[in-house]
């Protein structure tokens, strides 16, 4: 979080008119300040409510596309950190809830216990789907903790899917698995002690310190 912080902040400084920017804050006050102390027929408040707004809108371009630019890689740590620190496999023994879209096809977890040769290698589980007629259709290996697997979609171009994709062509559309979620703080709500919490607190304070240290408009 910290990391993630420190670095959009950098790029969003490196990229953005810093100058201008520090400009238009002054000049946006100036303005606001002349239209509360006019007092006055509202016609003549128009041409200072349009400079305010002309102002606003600038500051707005100014800011925008280089906050857009910088939380870029902020969104690709977030892809990363979301499916290493989501979920996490069932204790050995535990069978998860699996769904099919749609619905009518039989699913069976498997997974070696940990005395076994197999669960000694620490090989990930895999799914069997099987329809009405007791044909496999899918047999997946679940090769990181993610909740669905789906065919793959135009956005898996940009972000991908690290437990891969269904086959194109079948008529099985999506998996969805009931893995348990990961925890690490040991108080608070249960959306609290998720990596959301541990992860965007840091990013945060971090982002405001470094804008307040390196003054960053």
């Known amino acids: ?10 790029i969003y400084r490196a990229i953005s008119a810093q100058d201008s920017v520090a400009r238009t804050k002054l000049e946006i006050a100036e303005a ?20 305010l707004l002309g102002l ?3 500051q707005v371009g100014r800011v925008g596309w280089p906050a857009l630019v910088a ?19 069932p204790e050995n023994g ?9 619905p009518g096809y039989e699913a069976e977890w498997n ?20 329809d009405n007629a007791d044909r496999t259709v899918v047999d997946v290996v679940l090769t990181e903790p993610v909740r669905v697997i789906h065919k793959r979609q135009w ?3 940009l972000v991908a899917n690290p437990a891969g994709y269904l086959p194109r062509e079948g008529r099985l559309s999506s ?28 990013l945060l304070a971090a982002s405001i310190a470094l804008k307040v240290l390196i003054r960053i408009e």
């Open 1 to 10: 979080g910290i990391l993630g912080g420190v670095v959009s902040m950098l």
């Open 32 to 51: 606001r300040r002349e239209l509360n102390s006019y007092d006055g027929e509202l016609g003549g408040a128009w041409p200072l409510m349009r400079r």
């Open 56 to 58: 606003s809108f600038t």
């Open 71 to 89: 939380s870029l890689p902020l969104l690709c740590l977030l892809v990363w950190v979301s499916t290493a620190f989501g979920y996490r496999y």
């Open 94 to 102: 535990a069978i998860p809830v699996i769904k099919t879209v749609p």
């Open 111 to 130: 997974r070696a216990e940990a005395g076994d040769s197999a669960g000694s290698r620490g090989e990930p589980p895999y799914i069997v789907i099987r």
């Open 155 to 157: 956005w898996n171009t």
């Open 175 to 202: 998996i969805e698995i009931s893995l348990p979620r990961q925890e690490f703080l040991p108080f608070g709500s249960d959306w609290m002690r998720g990596w959301e919490t541990a992860f965007f607190a840091p």
